[in-house]
């Protein structure tokens, strides 16, 4: 498992970097399953930048919720949301990335927020400062970079 | 997912990732070797996501537990002498001070926690205990309203609560109650922020679980005010609203107004059972 993290680094370190148009939040197709067939960004992402994505705590913070084997280095792992060992074993990267854009599109009412959504908030704020934001200034949690650079990550997440 | 099959989860993560305790303890809690503490009780029928009601206390480690055992150890029970010392200082024009009304504190306010927020058939409104200090210090004494989650008011509070526990907590939800308690019902059950995130999203389907550092308690306010290590002072129940709504990237509502009122209303109503047990201590 290990190792195939790392043969997928190398993959992605030498993976071509020109920058194309990425999919704005509103226009992403979902299937009627939630998946998303297209890159975001039209580019492979980079599984190392999304580890750091998955780990950080003023970026994805996914960990919050869920556990990773194989970011044992990464402290206070929640369990809000399912381990995700052995994740790409389970999903197809199309519908990882379906999960990671806007998972209640594969999970009706899940807790899980939706990670490239812009409207259909409730008194949104400003980031964690408590203050109304205009509904024209809401950006995704993530951006399109940021989204398949986590999707590269998780596919690694193989236990065979 | 449903609680059961969390739990089981949790359990799981537990002992591969070396979590700590991931559901509530088993621990019992008796203040000054004498104040019995219902921690854990049957779920008012009232309540639909929850059978059992159990007290935050459970959920902190052995540590913050202990120091709520005896009132020397309570960091919380500072401000409780402090706020004695105003109990009987007069203030505003009227000359007055809280004892000049309602003499011994241990006295008059016994029972006064357990209730509240409470309708007032003269204001015709719910009313929560600082809003009840408010009104005395400015239509009674002629003294300035505390600021509504200040250390002056949250003191006093504390006071309050602290001659009231061990006694259950009684809130009233039926009659002229009915209609705020349905709007804070309404207000618990709201995804809201960029997170879209409900209390009940994190207090009723995940409470055990942990949330990256943090072991996620029922939300529950029996224990209020509670005085956090992590701040080092005693915290208002609308100052705790505030920063649970703003970590869910959120527009707060305001201290004191009237969605916190009902939804203060509304959470204090589930733990009716549980005891009275603040100033309590939390991280």
Request: hydrophobic share 40%; charged share 20%.
């Amino acid at each position: 498992m290990k190792r195939a993290f790392h043969a997928a680094l190398a993959a992605c370190i030498l993976a071509p970097s020109a920058q194309a148009e990425s999919v704005a939040p509103g226009d992403v197709s979902y299937d009627e399953a939630g998946a998303v067939a297209a890159s975001l960004t039209g580019q492979p992402g980079n599984a190392e930048e999304g580890a750091k994505v998955f780990s950080t705590k003023s970026v994805g913070n996914c960990v919050s919720c869920h556990e990773v084997t194989a970011l044992a280095d990464v402290p206070f792992q929640g369990n809000v949301g399912p381990s995700l060992d052995g994740v790409a074993d389970r999903w197809t990267e199309h519908e990882i990335r379906g999960i990671v854009a806007d998972a209640k599109k594969t999970y009706d009412g899940t807790v899980m927020p939706s990670f490239y959504k812009v409207s259909g908030f409730i008194r949104p704020g400003k980031a964690y400062t408590g203050k109304a934001i205009p509904a024209e200034e809401i950006t995704p949690l993530l951006s399109a970079q940021q989204i398949e650079d986590v999707v590269a990550f998780l596919v690694t997440l193989k236990d065979e | 997912m449903n609680f059961k099959a969390m739990t089981a989860l949790a359990g799981a993560l537990a002992l591969s990732a070396g979590l700590a305790n991931a559901d509530a303890d088993e621990d019992t809690l008796t203040i000054n070797g004498e104040i019995e503490i219902v921690t854990r009780t049957a779920a008012p029928d009232h309540v639909d996501g929850l059978s059992e009601v159990i007290s935050g206390w459970h959920f902190r480690a052995d540590e913050t537990q202990a120091l709520e055992m005896d009132d020397f150890d309570n960091p919380g029970m500072l401000g409780v002498e402090a706020a004695m010392e105003v109990w009987e200082t007069a203030e505003g024009s009227e000359g007055k001070a809280c004892a000049d009304c309602h003499e011994s504190v241990e006295e008059t306010m016994k029972g006064v926690r357990a209730v509240y927020p409470k309708y007032n058939e003269a204001a015709g409104e719910v009313q929560t205990l600082e809003m009840v200090i408010n009104d005395c210090r400015t239509e009674r004494m002629g003294a300035e309203a505390w600021n509504y989650t200040g250390a002056d008011i949250t003191n006093m509070v504390a006071l309050i609560s602290s001659v009231s526990r061990g006694m259950p907590v009684n809130v009233a939800i039926d009659g002229p109650a009915a209609e705020m308690w349905e709007q804070g019902k309404e207000l618990y059950y709201t995804r809201t922020g960029q997170l879209e995130l409900s209390c009940a999203n994190c207090h009723e389907d995940n409470y055990g679980n942990m949330i990256r550092a943090d072991h996620l308690s029922q939300g529950q306010i029996n224990g209020f005010p509670t005085y956090r290590l992590k701040n080092a002072k005693l915290n208002s129940v609308h100052a705790r609203f505030k920063g649970c709504v703003r970590d869910t990237r959120a527009e707060t509502y305001a201290p004191g107004s009237p969605e916190f009122v009902a939804l203060e209303l509304y959470v204090a109503s589930r733990g009716n059972g549980l005891s009275v047990e603040g100033p309590s201590v939390r991280n």
